[in-house]
Structure formats: structure tokens, C-alpha cells
């Protein structure tokens, strides 16, 4: 085991590493569903690595093989079409989709891989829970856990 700043070593495992739980995300999610459609108005609340809030109404189909999902967001001034997550791996997506900011403007392609594991050099696991309030309104929340592991040698 490697010493500590001041010479003596670890008395335990549990000294050699911290898990850092912080809540990342508060969504707040109301749906309906019209005529072969849903729509969906999602207050969103970030919390690390910044403050953040968006707001996004959100029109999917209902059909079991969709394959797209249109996204306005009022505040940026944004919409997007997006595909829906496709499977690369157990724990690697994929999602693209083209969008256009009226605000600036602008048009282009965007795309996304996503995974439950690591984020910006950072050893990191995400997660999301969603709990249903009622029948058309959704909680969801997201925690991260940043973690360091110790250095072993031998």
C-alpha cells in the first residue's frame, strides 16, 4: 500500500478511495397523448456542472417503430429532429438528428454518443431514475457518482 502525505500507511481499503455522489438533474415531465401523437412539455433543472434550466415541448408518435422525435425549446430558440437512440453496444448510443437556432440563425447537423460510464476525463457513472407522479407526469431525476480508485503497484 503507498504511504500517505505524512509518511504512515492506510489503515484500510476504504481510506484508498472516495465515491462522490452528487444530483446532477431534475426533470419534470407532463405528456398527452393526441391522435396518434404525444406531447410533451419537460421543465428540466440542472445542477452540476452548472446551474442550468431549459424548457422543451417535445412531439413523438405513438407508432412502436418510431424512429424521430421533434424538439422545440422556447428559451434558446432551438428545434431539432432527433433520431432515437440506436444501440451501438450494451452501453454505447448513438442519436443524430439536423436543427435550426432562430435566435442565431443557424442550421446544422447534430449528433450525440452517449454511455453510462466516464464524461470529460473524469473516472464518472451517471444514472437516471424516473418516478411516475400521476397518470401523464413523470419525475425524473439524475444523480452522478465521481469516483477515484487507488494506485496499485507491484
Given at each position: 500500500?503507498?504511504?500517505n ?17 452528487i ?9 398527452k ?21 431549459q ?90 457518482a ?9
Open positions: 500500500m503507498d504511504r502525505s505524512n509518511g504512515e500507511e492506510p489503515s484500510s481499503w476504504e481510506e484508498l478511495y472516495s465515491i462522490n455522489l444530483p446532477s438533474e431534475l426533470f419534470l415531465k407532463f405528456r397523448d393526441l391522435q396518434g401523437l404525444r406531447v410533451g412539455l419537460n421543465l428540466e433543472l440542472y445542477n452540476a456542472p452548472i446551474n442550468d434550466y424548457a422543451k415541448i417535445v412531439l413523438k408518435h405513438l407508432a412502436p417503430d418510431r424512429r424521430l422525435k421533434f424538439i422545440y425549446e422556447p428559451i434558446r430558440q432551438d428545434v431539432r429532429i432527433l433520431s432515437k437512440k440506436i444501440a451501438l453496444t450494451n452501453f454505447l448510443n448513438l442519436q443524430v438528428g439536423v436543427g435550426h437556432n432562430f435566435r442565431m440563425n443557424t442550421t446544422g447537423w447534430k449528433w450525440k454518443l452517449t454511455t453510462c460510464f466516464g464524461g470529460d476525463g473524469i473516472s464518472r457513472i451517471r444514472n437516471k431514475t424516473s418516478l411516475g407522479v400521476c397518470p401523464g407526469v413523470d419525475l425524473r431525476f439524475g444523480w452522478r465521481d469516483y477515484v480508485l487507488p494506485e496499485v503497484t507491484g
